[in-house]
Nanobody
Framework: QVQLVESGGDLVQPGGSLRLSCAAS????????MVWYRQAPGKQRELVAA????????NYVDSVKGRFTISRDNAKNTVDLQMNSLKPEDTAVYYC?????????WGQGTQVTVSS
């Protein structure tokens, strides 16, 4: 029933920017912590950024602090990830996740490739 759809992934040069978006449907969006994860081939999935249900609290993995910003719009059921000063090590599939209670939902992912 729940659907999360990511968009915005692309091939960009180092130092470039991208804005990822995740649109949720069939969910009481404002009840969920929204999280961006990423996974590169051969590596573990890692949490990139998280935002509380009301949008008043955020957390970031150290490697993206100061470069990435997570935000949400509960009226539109969307969560975004603004990615600036991109580095080759940011290359991964980025996944949107909604977590609440015992429920956990995932999108299909969007590919971000940072390369010169």
């Amino acid at each position: 029933q729940v659907q999360l759809v990511e968009s915005g992934g692309d091939l960009v040069q180092p130092g470039g920017s991208l804005r990822l978006s995740c649109a949720a449907s069939r969910i009481i969006f404002s009840l969920y912590v929204m999280v961006w994860y990423r996974q590169a081939p051969g590596k573990q999935r890692e949490l990139v950024a998280a935002i509380s249900p009301g949008g008043d609290s955020t957390n970031y993995v150290d490697s993206v602090k100061g470069r990435f910003t997570i935000s949400r719009d509960n009226a539109k059921n969307t969560v975004d990830l603004q990615m600036n000063s991109l580095k080759p090590e940011d290359t991964a599939v980025y996944y949107c996740n909604a977590g609440g209670g015992q429920k956990n939902y995932w999108g299909q992912g969007t590919q971000v490739t940072v390369s010169s």
